[in-house]
């Protein structure tokens, strides 16, 4: 664990392109905005202060919640309009969208029970991307779905055993979901639940760890398959957490 700095509002998210094609820092502030701040490095962004300032890139339509993700040069962010969400691909070389598909799930709710304004998370992992969201059909559990990330169809969709109850964010590793859980007065965060799509990782053989005790409760955890560490939020504080990793064995 590191504490980089304090930056922003209790709520955001920030990250680096989760494929490794850049050193650029992103920075989402709130829950609901269209401005991204962009730094060159990680040192210009330790160093953000008053007197520095971030470059912008104004979005053409307002992300909602914290479940966004830079991947290969584009971002992908959720818009919602009226009671369906979007999926807007965003080229952030040229500042074009170059794609955007309705989210094909009906009644959608808030994906983690104590992040309300997250409806949908999308994740990168080794595997390619992912989106985690929740719906009224089965709305204590979540599901997850395998997501194109040049023509964002959807792949291939499942629903998981992970409780939306008492979940603050989550992110997939190699195709398993985990799921980090805390209280309604924050307390020490967890992983609690995961599901491997490839049914591989038996649940019993899943490293269920908790993360150090830090201020508040997670806004966002992204996960950055490239360097193999979470980018999190934590009550306006960015935190690293690097990861080790060991092979799943082979049933």
Request: charged residues 25%; contains cysteine.
């Amino acid at each position: 664990m590191k504490i980089l700095k304090r930056f922003g509002s209790a709520s955001g998210l920030w990250t680096k392109d989760a494929a490794g094609s850049s050193e650029k820092i992103y920075v989402f502030d709130g829950t609901a905005n269209d401005t991204v701040y962009v730094f060159p490095r990680m040192r210009e962004f330790t160093l953000f202060s008053a007197t520095r300032k971030a470059a912008r890139i104004k979005l053409p339509y307002p992300w909602v919640g914290t479940g966004h993700l830079v991947y290969d040069g584009h971002l992908y962010y959720i818009r919602q309009q009226g009671p369906s969400f979007q999926v807007i691909k965003f080229n952030l070389a040229n500042k074009t969208v170059v794609d955007s598909s309705v989210f094909p799930a009906e009644e959608q709710i808030p994906v983690f029970g104590l992040s309300p304004s997250t409806y949908i998370e999308v994740s990168a992992d080794e595997e390619g991307l992912w989106a985690i969201y929740a719906t009224k059909e089965d709305e204590k559990n979540m599901c997850l779905a395998k997501l194109d990330p040049a023509s964002l169809d959807i792949e291939q969709m499942w629903d998981t055993p992970c409780p939306r109850e008492n979940a603050e964010g989550a992110f997939v590793v190699c195709g398993a979901l985990h799921v980090v859980y805390n209280t309604r007065l924050p307390s020490r965060a967890r992983v609690q639940c995961v599901f491997d799509v490839s049914g591989t990782l038996a649940p019993e053989d899943a490293s269920l760890a908790y993360f150090p005790k830090r201020y508040g409760s997670h806004a966002s955890l992204k996960y950055s398959p490239h360097e193999r560490q979470i980018y999190a939020w934590d009550d306006g504080y960015q935190i690293i957490y690097r990861m080790e990793m060991k092979k799943k064995l082979e049933v």
